[in-house]
């Protein structure tokens, strides 16, 4: 069970798959996504993000083809990324979405599993094997209003509900981002903490990389976590975020979530007996 009372439909585990003698080497890697997968908190000094697709595809030894964009949602993956993955004709492919869609007041689990189905199935069709990442609580995180909080919460269960319906119906390798040594340490995250640090994208290229080599794929330089040409935020930063951009995000997000916390409870959530949630985690909300 989870701390919301539903139980996860695949079950975990801490160890990442026995590597098999590589069979296939992936010569080119399409990234979909949202911030995250665009590199957003892994700054250069020179300017833009490198990130999650960028250390996995050095690992690999493959071209990156990065179709991902900040604030992308699942049904943008599917109508906005896919078709240019598709024409990269990837051997390997990465998604990391859905975070935006439990912020907001349309969340539909159901829309969001046939969309997260299709852009599965359609690269797996081309021949790519594609991973997908389970969700962190990230109240742990990013700390906000407890009635915040339980919302999203909430969502987070439902959003990785669909996910495992996902891997259960396609085979889809997967890494389970709440289960990652290290996921909840401050340093494991960038100074907005909304996004990974420079250690959190190589923990998480670390984890695709540990993934694709359990499906037999080549990975002749495994990511290294010693970081390494990034660009580190000092003190300065930190308030600088908090006053410009993190106060003003969490008033606006809060504006979406907060008046469909109490929808959230009524319609989505059922108490048993025990306490416990009683909640089809794919029903509309």
């Known amino acids: ?46 300017g833009g993000w490198r990130g999650v697709g960028v250390l996995l595809a050095a690992a690999l030894g ?10 992308a949602r699942i049904g943008d993956v599917r109508a906005k990324q ?20 439990t912020l907001r007041s ?12 299709h852009v599965v199935t359609s690269l797996q069709a081309r021949g790519a094997v594609v991973v ?4 962190h609580d990230h109240a742990r995180v990013f700390r906000m209003p407890a009635s915040l909080r339980r919302a999203l919460r909430t969502r987070i269960t439902r959003l990785n509900a669909v996910i495992d319906a996902v891997v259960a119906d396609t085979g889809a390798p997967l890494v389970d981002l709440d289960l990652v040594p290290g996921a909840y340490d401050p340093v ?22 540990e993934q694709l080599a359990g499906r037999g794929c080549a990975v002749p330089t495994p990511v290294s976590l010693v970081c390494e040409g990034g660009l580190r935020a000092g003190p300065l930063a930190h ?8 106060i003003p995000w969490l ?17 989505g959530r059922r108490h048993s007996p025990c306490g416990q949630l009683d909640v089809d985690p794919l029903a509309h909300p």
């Open 188 to 209: 494991t995250w960038s100074v907005d903490r909304l996004h990974p640090s420079e250690l959190g994208h190589r923990m998480l290229a670390k984890g695709f990389a």
């Open 62 to 71: 493959a071209e990156v083809h990065n179709a991902s964009a900040p604030g």
């Open 251 to 267: 008033c606006k997000r809060g504006g979406d979530l907060v008046p469909h916390a109490l929808g959230i409870m009524l319609r």
């Open 1 to 46: 069970m989870t701390a919301l009372g539903i139980e996860r439909s695949t079950p975990p585990t801490l160890d990442p798959p026995s590597p098999l003698p590589p069979t296939w080497t992936a010569r080119t890697l399409a990234v979909l996504g949202d911030s995250t997968t665009v590199g957003i908190g892994d700054p250069l000094p020179g």
């Open 239 to 246: 308030v600088a975020w908090l006053l410009l951009k993190g």
């Open 132 to 135: 997908l990442v389970r969700f």
């Open 106 to 117: 349309d969340f539909d689990p159901v829309a969001m599993r046939a969309d997260l189905a």
């Open 82 to 101: 896919l078709p240019l993955a598709l024409a990269a004709e990837p051997e390997a492919a990465v998604v990391i979405a859905g975070m935006n869609d």
